[in-house]
């Protein structure tokens, strides 16, 4: 089968692989979608050349097609239409237990990550403990966003703990951005999208953002704050994880609200004590979701019949890997995705 693999320095190749089997506790997926992430960028980007290839694709959603000899019914069937919790762990540790093998102390594989191969091909090994069901009435792209971008909203504003009378302000629009705007919005809460693009300054209204602002335009910190009484918001989501979005993230929370940072990557400077300290402002780093957090997303989409495939703007065949990754390095668009098979 044929796997995309990043090269570095924003090269990548279509190589053949052999098509995967089961080892004893693994099942083999056939891959129906396998979402892009704006975490790609940092393979696809890299300098370094490496030795080793491992396929990428972090989002990955399919059907099982083969069970390794320990792999019980009841965790997983050929023909399940299931997602993948990306991250095997040991196991064992407190982390992995719960749900959170991206925690585990062992170190996680990260499927399609340069540690384990992902999804960005026909098919995919991945241990049978790290699927997630996907709900008969989602579609499989659904399924793929649910898998790292779309899942990481659902993670971040369950993190932030959203109350439907409060209001949010989401920094960024991109396809993490949109998504959390989307749920925030279903959730009941007044959103506040920032963005610097038009196009998706745009797409966050048709999302069900109340107001949107654009932070090269306005003092999005005073923007906010005209739009919520004098006061800031009550929950802040920084998705861009540029320097000025989050400093400008954690002035815009109200007092005693909650500031969250799902992207890696960069630097944050503020005064903490009239930032922060004398604010009763918390702040909160995020990674993703947990196992069960994933399952409880796809649960939220499916009962309350959300239009996730709607954040995907381009369509693939693993053909086209290259102009694919050219078109998500200019960040402009919304979410990519290969259809293998
Ligand atoms: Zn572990
Ligand atoms: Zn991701």
Redesign the pocket.
């Known amino acids: 089968m044929l796997g995309i693999t990043f090269l570095g320095n924003r090269e990548l190749e279509l190589r053949e692989f052999a098509d995967p089997t089961p080892s004893p506790r693994d099942v083999v997926l056939e891959i129906k979608a396998s979402g892009m992430c704006g975490t790609d960028l940092h393979a696809y980007r890299r300098e370094f050349k490496g030795t080793e290839h491992f396929i990428a694709g972090h989002e990955p959603c399919g059907v099982v097609v083969a069970l390794g000899e320990h792999v019980t019914e009841s965790e997983a069937k050929v023909g399940d239409r299931v997602m993948v919790h990306h991250y095997d762990?040991?196991?064992?540790?407190r982390?992995?237990k719960s749900g959170w093998?991206q925690l585990?102390?062992?170190g996680p594989t990260v499927y399609g990550s340069g540690q384990g191969h992902g999804a960005h091909a026909r098919y995919m090994a991945a241990a049978a403990h790290t699927l997630v069901p996907l709900p008969e009435d989602l579609s499989f792209m659904t399924g793929a966003a649910i898998s790292c971008g779309t899942g990481t909203a659902y993670g971040a504003l369950k993190r932030v703990g959203l109350e439907g009378d409060e209001t949010l302000a989401v920094y960024g629009q991109g396809p993490v951005g949109l998504s959390t705007t989307q749920f925030g919005a279903e959730m009941g809460a007044h959103v506040i999208a920032i963005e610097t693009s038009p196009e998706r300054r745009e797409l966050a209204l048709e999302k069900g953002a109340h107001a949107v602002i654009d932070p090269t335009d306005v003092d999005p910190v005073e923007a906010i704050k005209e739009l919520t009484h004098g006061e800031g918001a009550h929950k802040v989501v920084e998705t861009a994880g540029v320097s000025q979005a989050r400093t400008a993230a954690v002035k815009g929370t109200r007092k005693w609200g909650t500031c969250c940072f799902i992207a890696g990557g960069g630097e944050l400077t503020f005064m903490v004590g009239p930032d922060l300290v004398f604010r009763q402002v918390t702040l909160v780093g995020h990674w993703t979701f947990s196992k069960n957090g994933q399952a409880d997303c796809a649960r939220f989409v499916s009962d309350r019949k959300i239009d996730v495939d709607s954040v995907f703007t381009h369509q693939f065949k693993l053909e086209q890997a290259d102009e694919a990754y050219k078109l998500l390095d200019q960040q402009k668009t919304g979410k990519g995705v290969f259809l293998p098979s």
């Open positions: 762990g040991c196991g064992n540790c982390h992995c093998s585990c102390d062992e």
